[in-house]
């Protein structure tokens, strides 16, 4: 008997718009605060550059929907190294990211454990205690996960679109000036909020990456891919409108949960209560499929013989459990080793060392679907036109230009995580493989 397929279109989408949807909206601009209304410029060159990226991996998802997603299309192209540093950095920015979304949703409890805010040890638990249940559930089976991922998605959504439509109403043009508070020039500014929206957008090839559970995945992973990009895309420019003309720079970047004081602020207390259980429900529902990603981005790397072979193996309910467990022991000790920040200097920490790490990928499988374009047309040039090799040139300039928003230290720190990859892949490639 066929073994049913785990993720259908509802799904996929949930997992896509889910992926990004979260931290991304509810806590990043916090860290804009300290850029002041140039942050929507960010967003608006960053949503323009993920549609970018969309377009390309709906493309490559519908000819080639291979498990792996954007390591896939690398080792079509480039070959076994290329590809294993594009799933190395890949997985390294995921459980690095889960540390950034699990303090997002434990900052996002505050204003109903305000002991969480006073301790960074509380936070530290807190955070911990989610990303261990969210583990365990992973580990229990994907299909429950899944059905987490849908059922927390539309949850979190409705009052992020709320804010976002009915508090255009409260917008104080004025809260707008001045643009540029970060003492940066306009341009500095607007490459530094860049990487830092990216990672609101962070999670928009998430259909590619489990192909083999996808249903009719020619169809359905360009479809979520791309509509999913776009309302979240939507979301993103419209709650940060409000925020950012709400509340003044300075009262954002020292607030822990923005979107529940802008709430309290325009329709009061309960409204900001309500605001803040949903942005609760939103970091623990993306906290899911990021802790998902997590033991099925090394799949196929293992099984390629680029991982190690235990990363490929499955349990007997068809989960990744030694992935899965290794990667929330990384997080766990990134956590515990920089919690000492608070809940704003963790997220920002985390969030800029997860967007660094996975910008390779963001680089390379625009250029892959060039060099397969070239290189196989009969398979990869059908369709193809001027515009899709420049959307895909698009991508990889924006890519790479996001890079320069980040700090050397962290542009450093990635390097190294890089290197700390190499020996892995050389014990990988010379440990025998299981016939």
Not at 79 to 102: K, T
Not at 136 to 142: R, T
Not at 364 to 385: F, N, Q, S
Request: include cysteine.
């Amino acid at each position: 008997m066929k073994k049913a397929k785990a993720l259908g279109l509802w799904t996929c989408l949930a997992l896509v718009v889910g992926n990004m949807v979260g931290a991304g909206a509810y806590l990043v601009p916090s860290s804009l605060g300290a850029y002041g209304s140039i942050g929507l410029v960010g967003w608006v060159a960053t949503a323009a550059g993920a549609l970018c990226l969309a377009l390309v991996f709906a493309r490559m998802g519908s000819i080639m929907p291979a498990e792996g997603g954007p390591y896939a299309y690398t080792r079509e192209a480039f070959g076994d190294f290329p590809a294993f540093l594009v799933a190395w950095g890949y997985w390294v920015s995921v459980w690095i990211g889960n540390a950034a979304i699990a303090t997002a949703f434990t900052s996002y409890l505050t204003p109903f454990f305000p002991a969480i805010e006073q301790s960074p040890a509380v936070m530290a638990s807190v955070a911990l205690a989610a990303i261990w249940f969210l583990t365990a559930l992973n580990i229990w089976g994907l299909r429950e996960a899944a059905l987490l991922q849908l059922v927390t998605t539309v949850l979190k959504i409705l009052p992020l679109v709320a804010v976002a439509t009915i508090g255009l109403f409260w917008i104080d043009i004025g809260s707008y000036a001045p643009m540029n508070v970060s003492g940066e020039s306009h341009i500095s500014a607007v490459t530094a909020t860049a990487l830092l929206t990216l990672w609101g957008f962070m999670g928009l090839e998430s259909a590619t990456i489990p192909a083999d559970e996808v249903e009719n995945p020619k169809r359905i992973i360009p479809l979520a891919t791309i509509l999913g990009t776009m309302v979240t895309g939507a979301i993103y420019l419209l709650s940060a409108a409000v925020l950012m003309g709400v509340m003044s720079p300075a009262e954002l970047a020292a607030s822990p949960a923005p979107f529940a004081e802008a709430a309290t602020r325009m329709w009061g207390g309960l409204a900001g209560t309500l605001v803040a259980a949903g942005a609760a429900i939103a970091g623990f529902g993306v906290l899911n499929g990021w802790v998902l990603m997590q033991g099925q981005m090394p799949l196929a790397p293992a099984r390629d013989g680029l991982f190690p072979a235990r990363l490929g193996h499955l349990s007997e309910r068809g989960t990744p459990v030694f992935g899965l467990v290794v990667s929330s022991i990384l997080c766990t000790v990134l956590v515990l080793t920089n919690y000492s920040r608070g809940l704003v200097g963790l997220f920002t920490f985390a969030l800029i060392l997860a967007t660094v790490t996975v910008l390779l990928s963001y680089v390379l499988t625009p250029l892959a679907h060039i060099v397969l374009i070239r290189r196989d047309p009969e398979r990869w040039g059908v369709g193809a036109t001027g515009w899709t090799t420049l959307v895909s040139v698009l991508a990889a300039g924006y890519s790479m230009w996001a890079i320069f928003g980040a700090g050397l230290r962290e542009v450093l720190l990635g390097v190294a995580l890089f290197a700390a990859g190499v020996p892995v892949y050389l014990w990988s490639v010379r440990e025998p493989q299981p016939k």
